[in-house]
């Protein structure tokens, strides 16, 4: 019986491929560590390691001891090689692109949907597997039923981080000259415009901002200050990690409360469960051996898929600006952090390399200087 026998035939090695192809998403999940196993993607990495400055000038590497001032001339000069010439090569960045869509699609995962949950589902969190949370009414409510951004392509695409190295940089309107800009963590904007800009498409908000930025919400004059700042949104994506860590669920219920209640015209999005993962396995198979990615460069990793062009702006992580001046940690509070304690999740002095590296070859813009024709980029910061 030919036919039988060529049936089973088929059988079987359809079912060797999906077991194939099963293995391989069981390696990317488990985050294979150290391991130089996944060959299939490591050209992009070979590159980000054969191009780096020849004597790993690594001011920021995590076994310094903590003591020694950190970033030093190298990284100066490394970062004033940024500023000059630029061009932007369109064929890494469509590789890139086909790359990530490997892992994840950013179409997709950047919200959960309607359709796939219901109110009292449980939810175990990204990171603290053994804790569980459940869809409350009001988060329901607020899934948006097709993602945010289906059918979005756009040019040119800002990401601002919130390094203070945009403090004096008048890179304002040059930010809201973008068709799409991105910024993380709800960071003002109103009172630092010349230096940020206004413009937001999506927003990024992780639950203890809601604590750190907004006091918890705790007097009616914080509650409006909350609303004032969603209402500059004015119909932006709110995106919101509910499932990263516990600890935030009382904190995002705050939140969705009053949205709904004052009916903001925000765009709510909340990320999918595999987001992360599948971030950090495109980024540890290209050998870029992260803990848990930034927001910066989650954001970056997703705007490869709706944007030609991207660049960055407000990412600095280091103490000193190339001219050996202080640096805040944000643009807009007092907070304090070290870059490369061993206990922080985020690995941002290697991120801030590879995105360096993406810049020269010409991947992606990192903005670093100041931005204004008026204010020369290479004057000293006390001349004034
Ligand atoms: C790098 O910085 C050092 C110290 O400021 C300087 O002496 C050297 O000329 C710089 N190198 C380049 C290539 O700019
Ligand atoms: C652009 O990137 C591609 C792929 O990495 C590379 O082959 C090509 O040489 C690059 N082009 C330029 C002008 O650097
Ligand atoms: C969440 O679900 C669990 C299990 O169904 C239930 O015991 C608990 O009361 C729920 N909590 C809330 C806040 O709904
Ligand atoms: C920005 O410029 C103002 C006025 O020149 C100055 O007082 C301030 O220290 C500068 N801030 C930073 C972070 O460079």
């Known amino acids: 019986m030919p036919l039988v026998f060529r049936t089973l035939l088929f059988g079987f090695v359809t079912l060797l491929v999906v077991l194939l192809i099963i293995d391989d998403i069981a390696v990317v999940e ?34 310094r001891p903590s003591t020694e001032p950190l970033p030093r001339r190298p990284s100066c000069n490394a970062s004033a ?35 796939t949950l219901k109110p009292g589902d449980i939810i175990h969190y990204v990171f603290d597997r053994q804790s569980t949370t459940n869809i ?18 756009h040019r040119r695409c800002a990401i601002v981080g919130n390094s203070g190295i945009l403090l004096n940089s008048s890179c304002g309107p040059e930010i809201d000259s973008h068709d799409f800009v991105i910024r993380c963590n709800l960071a003002p904007v109103e009172e630092y415009s010349g230096d940020v800009g206004r413009s937001t498409n ?65 765009r709510t999005a909340f990320p999918s469960l595999r987001l992360l993962h599948a971030v950090r396995g495109y980024w540890l198979t290209n050998n870029v051996h992260i803990k848990r990615p930034t927001t910066g460069l989650l954001m970056y990793t997703m705007a490869t898929r709706f944007c030609e062009e ?46 360096s590296t993406l810049h020269r070859q010409g991947a992606l813009r990192l903005h670093t200087g100041a931005c204004d024709a008026g204010r020369k980029p290479q004057t000293e910061p006390h001349s004034k």
């Open 30 to 63: 488990e985050e294979p560590a150290n391991a130089g196993h996944s060959k299939k993607m490591n050209l992009l990495i070979t590159k980000l390691h054969r191009t780096r400055a020849v004597p790993r000038a690594d001011p920021a590497s995590s076994t």
């Open 81 to 115: 090689r940024l500023s000059s010439s630029w061009t932007f090569n369109r064929t890494l960045s469509a590789l890139i692109r086909k790359n990530i869509l490997r892992f994840l699609d950013p179409e997709r995962d950047i919200s959960i949907l309607k359709g």
């Open 136 to 153: 409350s009414e009001n988060l329901y409510r607020l899934l948006p039923t097709v993602s945010p951004m289906k059918n979005q392509h």
């Open 202 to 266: 999506l927003v990024t908000m992780n639950p203890s901002v809601v604590q750190r930025a907004f006091q918890d919400l705790v007097s009616t004059e914080w509650r409006e200050r909350f609303l004032r700042r969603l209402r500059g949104l004015s119909g932006s994506v709110l995106w919101i990690p509910a499932f990263m860590a516990k600890g935030g669920e009382e904190r995002v219920e705050w939140a969705l409360r009053l949205i709904l209640l004052h009916t903001v015209d925000v």
């Open 310 to 355: 991207i660049h960055l702006y407000g990412f600095w992580p280091f103490p000193l600006d190339p001219r050996g001046s202080p640096v805040k940690y944000h643009y807009y509070d007092a907070l304090k952090y070290k870059y490369t304690s061993s206990s922080s999740p985020h690995t941002m002095p290697l991120e801030f390399r590879t995105l």
